[in-house]
């Protein structure tokens, strides 16, 4: 079991900045690719941004790419999501996800994407964003 805790969620103005954190604790952390959804009011939980378990490969959907960046830190077990530029349509709950690289298919890499691929979540965090 891993058990995922997400912080750093709040209220900002349209324009301004938040770091999400991810801090996991139970299996070994290094195992795990981990990713960030969210799900808006209305909407369908979608994928954000997605690290790989040796940080060394990261993805960010087209809505948030240059804007929001993924991160890792393995010996603290948390991964985190620096948003910048915030607009209201970033406005939702932030889950963390944990995805087994030990037992899961690794390719294409387009599973990373799909939430159905992973393992563990974490109870999501609200991030609004006023205009």
């Known amino acids: 079991q891993v058990q995922l805790v997400e912080s750093g969620g709040g209220l900002v103005q349209a324009g301004g900045s938040l770091r999400l954190s991810c801090a996991a604790s139970g299996r070994t952390f290094s195992n795990y690719a981990m990713g960030w959804f969210r799900r808006a009011p209305g909407k369908e939980r979608e994928f954000v941004a997605v690290?790989?378990?040796?940080?060394?490969?990261?993805y960010h959907a087209d809505s948030v790419k240059g804007r929001f960046t993924i991160s890792r830190e393995n010996a603290k077990n948390t991964v985190y999501l620096q948003m910048n530029s915030l607009k209201p349509e970033d406005t939702a709950v932030y889950y963390c996800?944990?995805?087994?690289?030990?037992?899961?298919?690794?390719?294409?890499?387009?599973?990373?994407?799909?939430?159905?691929?992973?393992?563990?979540w974490g109870q999501g965090t609200q991030v609004t964003v006023s205009s």
């Open positions: 690290i790989s378990w040796t940080g060394g490969s990261a």
């Open positions: 996800a944990a995805r087994d690289e030990t037992t899961r298919v690794p390719y294409p890499r387009s599973r990373w994407f799909d939430r159905q691929e992973y393992d563990y």
